[in-house]
């Protein structure tokens, strides 16, 4: 019998002592600032206005959990982004997805403190917690929350929408709807992946303009349009493909169903309804990430979960779609196409 380890006990339980040094470090700006140019301790401290107590144990601290560079030792070292810190959390870079890192400093960190009584009690933990909204009206209310979301949703789809305009087949396809569309990143990235497809990124209508900006700012105004709209009231745009990217992992089983039931009836025979998410392996063993996101909509609305691919293609069937297919996407998670 080989002998019994606890590191990897102490290493999740502890886990917590990591993942606010990232986030910090991120709220700070330090990757951004990096990018810049490479900085000894001290000049880290004077510029992010720390105190000298952390230094250097938290830039020492990114550079063991292999966040940071660090050239030489003692005072007159220079530390310096990794690779993937440079590409992925430099604010000013065009792959930034340390959005969603700021959402979780700001919001997710303290709610999941949480957690034990949203096990107990299965009820939301965020900012509903007190006023009794729902989650979605409360974030919408204060527009630099709403930004803050939105851009946080950006950063953690990228990935995945990018791979998904590259690996789904368009060709027999010319238009598409993106509901929950957000700031009309899938739109846009599928657009430009695929010049014969026009577009429609489908939200709220406090969203529209928003996502109106951002697609202007990619040139794509001739082929991508946000239209403001609420997805459970208005019927959907009537498209070859429509996607839901992490739309239906908010909603609770009966909410799953009626979106699956209108997008069957927008689609034409013959199209195609995707789902984006981090689906949840069939067997329930090895997608961690895909089941701790199904406890963080416990967290953020109470009766949203995330599903497994099979669960999904039971619903679609259920709605009359007939044929089924999963595409692997970034990390943890996939596309699930259903076709009418």
């Not at 909603?251 to 195609?272: F, H, T, V």
């Not at 909509?297 to 999963?326: N, P, Q």
Request: glycine share 8%; proline share 5%; net charge negative.
């Amino acid at each position: 019998m080989s002998e019994l380890n606890v590191s990897r006990i102490m290493e999740v339980g502890l886990g917590f002592f990591a993942s606010k040094a990232l986030l910090s470090a991120v709220e700070l700006g330090l990757f951004s600032e990096l990018a810049k140019t490479p900085m000894t301790g001290a000049e880290i401290a004077s510029t992010l206005d720390l105190s000298p107590r952390a230094i250097p144990d938290f830039p020492d601290a990114l550079v063991a959990l292999k966040f940071l560079q660090r050239t030489g030792d003692g005072s007159d070292a220079l530390y310096s982004n990794t690779p993937e810190s440079a590409m992925f959390l430099d604010r000013n870079g065009p792959d930034y997805i340390g959005g969603m890192l700021e959402m979780a400093n700001a919001r997710l960190y303290r709610f999941w403190g949480d957690l034990t009584e949203a096990l107990r009690t299965g009820l939301p933990q965020n900012e509903t917690k007190h006023s009794g909204e729902p989650m979605f009206a409360t974030l919408y209310e204060v527009p630099e929350r709403l930004e803050q979301f939105l851009t946080a949703m950006a950063g953690i789809s990228a990935g995945n929408f990018k791979a998904f305009a590259q690996k789904f087949d368009f060709a027999k396809y010319k238009t598409l709807c993106d509901v929950g569309g957000a700031t009309g990143q899938l739109s846009c990235m599928v657009a430009e992946a695929n010049p014969h497809m026009r577009c429609v990124s489908f939200d709220l209508p406090k969203v529209a303009p928003i996502a109106t900006r951002k697609i202007e700012q990619m040139a794509l105004a001739d082929r991508v349009e946000a239209v403001g709209g609420d997805f459970f009231v208005d019927p959907l745009p009537k498209v070859d493909v429509i996607t839901m990217g992490m739309i239906l992992h908010d909603w609770n089983l009966e909410k799953k169903k009626s979106l699956i039931r209108k997008a069957y009836e927008a689609l034409p025979q013959g199209g195609a309804l995707v789902v984006i998410e981090a689906l949840i392996d069939d067997a329930r063993r090895e997608n961690a990430f895909g089941l701790l996101m199904s406890l963080n909509m416990l967290i953020e609305v109470g009766d949203g979960f995330d599903y497994t691919g099979s669960d999904f293609f039971g619903w679609c069937r259920e709605a009359g779609f007939r044929d089924f297919e999963t595409i692997p996407l970034a990390g943890p998670s996939s596309a699930a196409v259903a076709y009418k």
